[in-house]
């Protein structure tokens, strides 16, 4: 619903709409058919749209009972005072210009919440610490979060500046695969377009 209505929702907990639950069965889907169905653990963060992406990614790539470990620090950006704010409202209250520059900019937050840069802040301990230990170790980790905590961990994989990420389209529900050596270092990217 909050995607119809185009809201800010950052960690407001929206159930997961028709469409969010189509692109994920897609995404799903697009990973069964490369043959990425065996994994050994999953990442989401606590908010009900992430869990419920991954709940239909592991029931389509028969994975139900994997082990998932769900973490705050995966959420997405935290958009303070424009959470729950039509986007075309927010423009009309604080102007065009100043809502682009929160929602384009690295470094500036809006009102109570998150730039980027904080967000990667959030999300780049935690991925060093509990993620990135076990890809060096050769495990397949599945994860489903949010556009902005991917983006904070697309930047570490692919060695991007805060100013590069901004050029990064993530589509919605489009699994991105990254193979990694025993370092972490990226060996290969694919990004599974859905079929049509």
């Given at each position: 619903m909050a995607e119809k209505l185009n809201l800010f929702t950052g960690w407001k907990d929206p159930a997961l709409t028709d469409l969010g639950r189509q692109e994920a069965l897609q995404g799903a889907q697009a990973?069964?058919?490369?043959?990425?169905?065996?994994?050994?653990?999953?990442?989401?963060?606590v908010l009900q749209r992430a869990n419920n992406t991954l709940a239909i990614i592991l029931k389509?790539?028969?994975?139900?009972?994997?082990?998932?470990?769900?973490d705050q620090a995966l959420n997405e950006r935290d958009y303070g005072d424009l959470t729950g704010l039509n986007k075309d409202d927010a423009r009309k209250k604080f102007?065009?210009?100043?809502?682009?520059?929160?929602?384009?900019?690295?470094?500036?937050?809006?009102?109570?919440?998150?730039?980027?840069?904080?967000?990667?802040k959030r999300v780049l301990?935690?991925?060093?610490?509990?993620i990135l230990p076990r890809l060096k170790r050769g495990e397949k980790v599945l994860v489903a979060a949010h556009g902005n905590s991917l983006r904070a961990m697309i930047m570490s994989l692919e060695g991007l500046t805060g100013q590069e990420i901004l050029e990064v389209?993530?589509?919605?529900?489009?699994?991105?695969?990254y193979k990694l050596d025993g370092e972490g270092k990226v060996l290969s990217k694919e990004v599974l377009a859905h079929s049509s």
């Open positions: 990973l069964k058919a490369k043959g990425f169905t065996k994994f050994d653990v999953a990442y989401t963060s389509e790539i028969d994975a139900e009972g994997l082990e998932t470990i769900k102007g065009e210009e100043q809502v682009h520059i929160w929602r384009r900019s690295y470094d500036v937050p809006p009102p109570g919440g998150e730039s980027l840069e904080l967000t990667a301990p935690y991925y060093e610490k509990e389209e993530l589509a919605t529900g489009v699994p991105i695969v």
